[in-house]
């Protein structure tokens, strides 16, 4: 009887640690799932520009506002899931794109190629970091453009080459705060 019991005494207690490990476990798959973008984003290197900051997500979004128009450029379409997560209840960090061009460079890029167009807006990517700060990222129009080169005249890199420097001025104006 001393072995039984001892048996289902050795029993309980595997069950019990069974239990609480499988608990843990559980609670760092929630974890992991609930929470992937808190970890180290990892940007493609070939034809993107990144520049963290220090300022929050809102701040930099606004930053992002007001250098455009500044540098001769038009906010034409913003995008972003944070808000309308957050009216589902759902908690992400900030993200928003937001699409910048001018009709002028809408039209040059349509004589070139119309199948070009297709990238208009050129896009930067305003997102926030789990420390609270926010970095802003773009393609570079060279290269958002250049799939398009070998079927259009040369103008269409050139345009690409002037939307590159432009884009850098609005960024740096930004994130400059």
């Given at each position: 009887?001393?072995?039984?019991?001892r048996?289902?005494?050795?029993?309980?207690?595997?069950?019990?640690?069974?239990?609480?490990?499988?608990?843990?476990?559980?609670a760092?798959?929630?974890l992991?799932?609930?929470?992937?973008?808190?970890?180290?984003?990892?940007?493609?290197?070939?034809?993107?520009?990144?520049?963290?900051?220090?300022?929050?997500?809102?701040?930099?979004?606004?930053?992002?506002r007001?250098?455009v128009?500044?540098?001769?450029?038009?906010?034409?379409t913003?995008?972003?899931?944070?808000?309308?997560?957050?009216?589902?209840?759902?908690?992400?960090?900030?993200?928003?794109?937001?699409?910048?061009?001018?009709?002028?460079?809408?039209?040059?890029?349509?004589r070139?190629?119309?199948?070009?167009?297709?990238?208009?807006?050129?896009?930067?990517?305003?997102?926030?970091?789990?420390?609270?700060?926010?970095t802003?990222?773009?393609?570079?129009?060279?290269?958002?453009?250049?799939?398009?080169?070998?079927?259009?005249?040369?103008?269409?890199?050139?345009?690409?080459?002037?939307?590159?420097?432009?884009?850098?001025?609005i960024?740096e104006?930004?994130?400059?705060?």
């Amino acid at each position: 009887m001393s072995y039984h019991t001892r048996s289902i005494s050795t029993s309980r207690q595997h069950s019990k640690f069974c239990h609480i490990g499988a608990a843990l476990l559980a609670a760092m798959l929630m974890l992991a799932v609930a929470f992937p973008v808190a970890a180290e984003t990892q940007w493609p290197e070939e034809g993107w520009q990144v520049m963290p900051t220090q300022q929050s997500y809102a701040e930099l979004l606004e930053s992002l506002r007001e250098a455009v128009p500044a540098e001769g450029m038009a906010v034409v379409t913003e995008a972003g899931p944070t808000e309308a997560a957050a009216q589902r209840g759902e908690t992400i960090p900030g993200n928003r794109v937001v699409g910048v061009f001018r009709n002028d460079f809408a039209v040059r890029a349509l004589r070139s190629s119309v199948p070009a167009m297709i990238e208009a807006p050129v896009r930067f990517y305003v997102t926030e970091q789990a420390d609270g700060t926010a970095t802003l990222s773009w393609k570079t129009p060279t290269h958002v453009f250049a799939p398009y080169a070998h079927e259009s005249d040369e103008n269409l890199l050139e345009l690409a080459k002037e939307l590159d420097a432009i884009f850098m001025a609005i960024a740096e104006r930004a994130t400059q705060r």
